[in-house]
């Protein structure tokens, strides 16, 4: 598709940095993850871009280290909540009745405790790995994404054409896949942008709390951990990881508002 | 001239298109319409949807909906230019000097005021009469206009008074401050027609007393020959035809009136019934969910291979259940259907595939009874994938087959539903069906939504369809006229039962039984004084009783 708009291209840009630095950090950072290098929160200098860390590591390689964390927990977590979310959401509107009341009910009960907690809790008890963390973070998000598909499947579900379909002999897969994801698709993609960034800031959060990535293995939210007590003595080794997950935010959502509009203007769009 | 109210010249009417993907670009409405309405006549502005008529109407008010541009030539009102007139001087115009009766009175009004306030509230806005006489008049009004109980009627909340009655109080208060005009906007169209013949005859009597000069603007060229003293047909923003009422009617000069004129004069040879229908609905009654009363209540009907059975009523009667009823969406309470011999399991999910695919359906609106996200191959060629396991080349032959019978050709398998215009988007549907091989198609009111011309397309396409693959219908709808050109038997729905039922000659042969005469003689004819007749012949009858 031709003319695609200059903030798109930017986000695209961006965001296509962020991922390929994540893919080839091994071949791109500057130096080993855990190397000791320097002084302790040294300036940035031309030796080392960001600067240093609390125990004299480059803070360039870290960052792109800890990206590649970040940025693969938040995609597979992302992931595993809309697939899961998505399916059983088209699945409640779908069957309707008693299906959708435990469903939704069940749905509901998860979705009332605090997430945050709730995955403090569930990872207390478990051996805190990156499958798990994928896991537990994609099931509780997945409870977001549930309702929201499901209240748009609901209303696709009585249209004439869904009606069709049924009068047909069609089964329930065909329903979901055919007839009404591809006419959800639109709202789901704007969840999907925003839902990404959520979990990268859910995994920060959990690694800043020091139950999320564990050392040696660092990811942002672990840096900003690592580095907090810094900016009492002006040193903003921490904030650059703040940085990078607005940087990320931002243009992943100007990829997903293009997106968005491209999927809603289809020539297949439901008009309005 | 002294006496001209309005007069519209060369005007032109742009809006912009936002195409998504596409440069926005101007385009043109309205083109050079120019017209002459004196005090106290009536014009009747006549067109099909996109015609531009309700724009036009709205262009006496000054007023373009949404975007719209009044761009060029001049509307002089009481011979004051107002096309470019500041809010100021248009604010003193609206609601005083022009009125507005729009299409759907239940929009219309606000649910949270009583009618009284809002009938009279243009008036007291502009200071014309205080609120005693405001209210005095309104209740005139109502009397005017045949309304129950005129005195209390204004205290009353719309959802308190039936559509008829609320489409009536909008031109009492379009006609409450003594405007010099008023616009009729499709005032009508969304009424059963049993209620459409007296709001008609309530605007008309209302127009007579009042003196005021009208715009109606309508697609139905029946209903405006009652009521207009002028008729200005109108195609895709352009003038056609402009001339008396009895001159457009006896004598149109275009060929595209000429059309309008001889619409649903369809030709149809009525057949003999066989000795083993195809369909035979026996005493079924069915109701919705916990309801405590029946929807349908008690109904037999047969429908023979390769006819059509014809089921007429107005909204709430009980026919679109019918529908339900028989494709198994809702499995009646009591009764039995037999189709082609053997008795129809009552829920869709019993049915065998093939008892399905002999039982096909066509809806009202085409624009959702097709999924907007897949091409017209993917909508015609999943029944084939679907029933006979057609695949690959042959599945795409047969589409274009599909395509030739409903006369669209070549070029269209690769388009989405948002590309094709109303009639098309019904044909892609009559394909789908079509390509079941059913024995049965259930039409719900497939042509209601359509053009009359479009409409008529239509019509003769499914009846060209029957007399090739011998496919049967079972045709819902509540207009008269399509029943008369295509129907071999008809079935008068009313209040969940069967009024009235048998062959087409037999049920359209009086004597009537109330119900039925009360629906014959609503459905406007293209003739004049048929209004008048109809009312003398009401009249004449409820006297006798």
Known sequence: MKGI???????????????????????????????IVGDIWEPSS??????????????????????QTTIFVASMATAVSFTLGSVLGFTAAVYGGVTDQVMSRVNDLVMSIPTLIFAL?????????????????????????????????????????????????????????????????????????????????????LSFLGIGIQPPETDWGGIVKENREGIVYGIPAALIPAVAIVTLSISVNLVADWALNRTTSLKGGRGG | MADTLLEIKNLRIEATVYAPGEKPRDVVIVDDVSLTLERGKVMGLIGESGAGKSTIGLSALSYGRGGIRLS???????????????????????GKEV??????????????KRLMEQVTEATLHHGLMSKDEAEKRAVDLFRTLSLPDPENFGKR???????????????????????????????????????????????????????????????DLAVVAQVSDEIMVLRHGKMVEHGTVQQIIEAPREE??????????????????????????????????????????????????????????????GKSTMARVITGLLPPRKGTITFDGKPLPPALRQRSRDELRELQMIYQMADVAMNPRQTVATIIGRPLEFYFGLRGRKRDERVQELLDAIELGKGFADRYPAELSGGQKQRVCIARALAAKPKLIICDEVTSALDPLVADGILKLLLDLQAREGVAYLFITHDIATVRAIADSIAVMYRGKVQRYGPKDQVLTPPFDAYTDLLLSSVPEMQLGWLEKVLAHRRMTSAGN
């Open chain 2, 256 to 317: 595209y009136t000429r059309a309008l004129i001889s619409v649903r004069s369809i030709d149809h040879q009525q057949k003999q019934p066989t000795p083993e229908p195809l369909l035979r609905v026996e005493s079924v009654s069915a109701r919705y969910g916990a309801m405590a009363k029946d929807v349908l209540s008690d109904v037999s009907v047969e429908l023979h291979p390769g006819q059509t059975l014809a089921l007429v009523g107005e909204s709430g009667s």
């Open chain 2, 99 to 112: 009125t507005y009766v729009a299409q759907s009175a239940a929009a219309a009004f606000n649910p949270a």
């Open chain 1, 5 to 35: 708009p200059i903030s798109a291209l930017l986000g695209l840009f961006i965001t296509g940095l962020f991922f390929l630095a994540a893919l080839l950090a091994p071949w791109i950072a500057p130096y080993g993850l855990g190397q």
């Open chain 1, 121 to 205: 809790v569930v990872l207390s008890v478990m051996p805190v790995t990156i499958p798990v963390l994928i896991l537990v973070m994609g099931l509780l998000d997945s409870t977001r994404v549930f309702r929201l598909s499901r209240a748009v499947a609901v209303d696709i579900n009585v249209m004439d054409f869904v009606e069709a379909a049924r009068l047909r002999g069609e089964g329930q897969r065909w329903v979901i896949f055919r007839e009404i994801l591809p006419n959800a698709l639109s709202p789901l993609v704007a969840e999907l942008g925003l839902r990404f960034i959520f979990a990268i800031l859910f995994i920060s959060t």
């Open chain 1, 46 to 67: 031309s030796q080392f871009w960001l600067g240093t860390d609390n125990l004299g590591r480059d803070l360039l390689t870290r960052m792109i280290y800890g990206g």
């Open chain 2, 157 to 219: 909340y719309p959802h308190q008074v039936s559509g008829g009655q609320l489409q009536r109080a909008m031109t009492a208060m379009a006609l409450c401050p003594k405007p010099d005009l008023v616009i009729f906007d499709e005032p009508t169209t969304a009424l059963d027609v049993t209620t459409q013949i007296d709001v008609l005859a309530a605007i008309k009597t209302a127009i007579a007393e009042t003196g005021v000069a009208a715009l109606y603007i309508t697609h």
């Open chain 2, 72 to 94: 060029g030539g001049n509307i002089l009102l009481n011979g004051r230019e107002i096309r470019a007139a500041g809010a100021a001087t248009l604010r003193g115009l609206r």
